[in-house]
Antibody, heavy 120, light 107 residues
Framework: EVQLVESGGGLVQPGGSLRLSCAVS????????MDWVRQAPGRGLEWVGR??????????EYAASVKGRFTISRDDSKNSLYLQMNSLKTEDTAVYYC???????????WGLGTLVTVSS | DIQMTQSPSSLSASVGDIVTITCRAS??????LAWFQQKPGKAPKSLIY???NLQSGVTSKFSGSGSGTDFTLTISSLQPEDFATYYC?????????FGGGTKVEIK
């Protein structure tokens, strides 16, 4: 069974940092592209970024709203994906989802999400 | 960026109804279009990819069609568990973008 479990969310002050983790099981993590998607309270879905697999040299793409502040990384030996978030703003408050990529393009399975609240 | 526009933003329907949701891209995206279902307080669930292909394990009462800029999601014989918010998403080019969502409510 495919599982993606996010952790690391919580309350942080504006300007602060937080690192989210996504632990996966049930599939060969190293083969897959992985994405982060977020959802602000009561709002729609917003794509945050993607990290490709080792074959594609773990290259990344980011949304303009987070580029330069957020960094995606992964440890294939630990079946884990990470999202380092720096210089956090109140508008970064959201549930953050880890998503498995499918066929190098679209999305497949989603994690349960972890809530990040940026507030003073 | 490619803008995705869903309509309607909400609808009321009865159990057994056929429901159609539309999604329009601001430029051509071929068939790089996905649909997701989200229930309150839950993570989204992938339903359809490549405009018309069902994800593994998704019931065939969901169907998708379209290409280029205009797409539809159809739910046949609406059941209580289908009341949710549905999102379309383009993955033709970065940044990936989602439609604003369509909330399907019980009439």
């Amino acid at each position: 069974e495919v599982q993606l479990v996010e952790s690391g969310g919580g309350l942080v002050q504006p300007g602060g940092s937080l690192r989210l983790s996504c632990a996966v099981s049930g599939f060969t993590f190293s083969d897959h592209y992985m994405d982060w998607v977020r959802q602000a309270p009561g709002r729609g879905l917003e794509w945050v970024g993607r990290m490709r697999n080792k074959v594609r040299r773990h290259t990344t793409e980011y949304a303009a709203s987070v580029k330069g502040r957020f960094t995606i990384s992964r440890d294939d030996s630990k079946n884990s994906l990470y999202l380092q978030m720096n210089s956090l703003k109140t508008e970064d408050t959201a549930v953050y989802y880890c998503v498995r990529g499918k066929d190098g393009s679209c999305f497949d399975d989603w994690g349960l999400g972890t809530l990040v609240t940026v507030s003073s | 960026d490619i803008q995705m526009t869903q309509s309607p933003s909400s609808l009321s329907a009865s159990v057994g109804d056929i429901v159609t949701i539309t999604c329009r891209a601001s430029q051509g995206i071929s068939n790089s279009l996905a649909w997701f279902q989200q229930k309150p307080g839950k993570a989204p669930k992938s339903l359809i990819y490549a405009a018309s292909n069902l994800q593994s394990g998704v019931t065939s009462k969901f169907s998708g069609s379209g290409s280029g800029t205009d797409f539809t999601l159809t739910i046949s014989s609406l059941q209580p568990e289908d009341f949710a918010t549905y999102y379309c998403q383009q993955y033709k080019s970065f940044p990936f973008t989602f439609g604003g969502g369509t909330k399907v409510e019980i009439k």
